[in-house]
């Protein structure tokens, strides 16, 4: 399996999509009761920390790339 750089803006976003997705299951499954406008701050808030993240990320990874590489003396 080839490798992939981990991208954790991503793994955010999904989680806070998945939370709402059970929220909603809960809801359809009888076992609370879900208003229909509960999950917008859910996914807002999820899709704002995702896009948090994924800046941080990016700056990281870009100020590790300006560095040079790991192991390196110069």
């Known amino acids: 399996m080839p490798r ?5 803006g991503k793994l955010v976003a999904g989680l806070f999509l998945t939370a709402a ?3 909603y299951a809960g809801d359809a ?6 208003p229909w406008f509960a999950v917008i701050p859910i996914i ?3 899709l704002c920390l995702a896009g ?6 990016h700056a ?3 100020r590790r790339a300006a560095r040079g590489p790991r192991g390196v003396n110069s």
């Open 4 to 8: 992939h750089e981990f991208q954790p």
């Open 21 to 23: 997705g059970i929220a």
């Open 29 to 34: 499954g009888g076992w609370w009761e879900t």
């Open 44 to 46: 807002f808030v999820g």
């Open 52 to 57: 948090a993240v994924a800046s941080v990320n």
């Open 60 to 62: 990281v990874r870009r």
